[in-house]
Structures are given as structure tokens and as C-alpha cells.
């Protein structure tokens, strides 16, 4: 595609619910990465992928968080337990490789919402 | 704890003024950084980066770094009212992570 789309766009559920939020990269970038953002804060780092392979997950905040790049391309960011700390924007971008200072390219975001 | 660090404002600035924002890092081991401009409710987008102290010029926006002082900025000149937006400021870690400060909100009045 012409950039990077998530899906959900939104995303309502309980305390307790099991979600997961889709991230599909630009064509071609290798490099994929999750973040998350609260209102009037910066995204905070959460994994990043080269490839297949995470290269860094050392910003999920707890085991209830992982994601998946099964084939390289699209990937899956998993929550389990969600709590009401969780809701936030999960941010996803891509690069075209992983070397320092690559632009990172921003999908629009999944707003997640735990009641 | 590495941290960027920038003033949440807002700053407001008239129509065709120049529009000064500022950044501090604390990671004397940063190597690049990046100016974002995020417009409420949509996902960042990159506005510059710059890797060498100095500054770099892209239209109207110059960034301007100074790795001793461990501050980068960005200006914006003839500030338009569609430049309103918060304006995130991120860089790299030793892992070549970005680390983002919290952004600052810019208003610019016609």
C-alpha cells in the first residue's frame, strides 16, 4: 500500500478482554515498530521488528504484551488482561531498514479504550 | 533514564513570525534527531532530521543542533496558520531507538 494502515482505528473492550491491534508496514520496509501514546505525551517505544525477528521488545511494559511479524510483513501486536492503564493511541510505523536514522514512516494509529 | 525534554507550551506566534522551538536530550551518546510535527487526533510526520552540529535548512524550517550543549531546535519562518500543530522532538539512543519528548503545542495567529 501507499503507507502504513492499522486496524482497528478504534478499539473499545473490558478490563480483563483479550485484544489484538494489526499494524500493515509500507511495502518493501523491513523495519517495523510499535508505539503507544497518551494524551499530551510523546509515543513511547514499545518493540521493534527487523524482519520476522523482534531486534528489541525491551519497551513492552509487561509480559501481557507481545507481537508477532510472522512473515516478515504485517504484524500483530497481542494484549492480554487488558487494564484501564493500557488505553492509549498504539502508534505503528515502518522504515526501509533499521540503520540509525531511517525515516520512520507513522500508520494512523489505533485508539485503544479498556473499560 | 534518558529523556528528551521540551516545553509543552503553548506558544503562540503571529502569522509571518518566526517560530522558535527547543529541545534537550540528556544521552550524550545521541547521534541523530528528528523534528515531528503531529496535528490533533493524526499520527506524527517527519518535518527534518539533522545528525551534524549546525544547521540545516529545508524551506522554510531550519533545525539547528549542538551536541556540546546537547540542545537542537527548529525554526520556522513566514509561520503559517497551517503550522499549527505540536511539534515532537526525537533521538536516538545508543540502541538507535528514538526517545521522544512530550511535544510542544505551537499557535499560530492570523
Known amino acids: 500500500g501507499a503507507g502504513v494502515s492499522q486496524t482497528p482505528s478504534n478499539k473499545v473492550t473490558e478490563k480483563g478482554k483479550y485484544v489484538e491491534l494489526r499494524c500493515d508496514p509500507i511495502s518493501g520496509h523491513t523495519a517495523l515498530y510499535w508505539y503507544r501514546q497518551s494524551l499530551g505525551q510523546g ?59 531511517d525515516t520512520q514512516y507513522f500508520g494512523p494509529g489505533t485508539r485503544l479504550t479498556v473499560l | ?37 503531529q496535528y490533533s487526533g493524526k499520527s506524527p510526520e517527519l518535518i527534518m532530521f539533522i545528525y551534524s552540529n549546525g544547521d540545516k535548512e529545508d524551506g522554510r524550517f531550519t533545525a539547528q543542533l549542538n551536541k556540546a550543549s546537547q540542545y537542537v531546535s527548529l525554526l520556522i519562518r513566514d509561520s503559517q496558520p497551517s503550522d499549527s500543530a505540536t511539534y515532537l522532538c526525537a533521538v536516538t539512543d545508543s540502541n538507535y531507538q528514538l526517545i521522544w519528548g512530550a511535544g510542544t503545542k505551537l499557535i499560530i495567529k492570523p
Open chain 1, 43 to 101: 509515543p513511547e517505544f514499545l518493540i521493534y521488528f527487523q524482519g520476522t525477528g523482534a531486534a528489541d521488545d525491551s519497551g513492552l511494559p509487561n509480559d501481557r504484551f507481545f507481537a508477532v511479524r510472522p512473515e516478515g510483513s504485517v504484524s500483530t501486536l497481542k494484549i492480554q488482561r487488558t487494564e484501564r492503564g493500557d488505553s492509549a493511541v498504539y502508534l505503528c510505523a515502518s522504515s526501509q531498514t533499521a540503520a540509525p536514522g
Open chain 2, 1 to 37: 533514564q534518558k529523556e528528551v525534554e521540551q516545553n509543552s507550551g503553548p506558544l503562540s506566534v503571529p502569522e509571518g513570525a518566526i517560530a522558535s522551538l527547543n529541545c534537550t536530550y540528556s544521552d550524550r551518546g545521541s547521534q541523530s534527531f528528528f523534528w515531528y510535527r
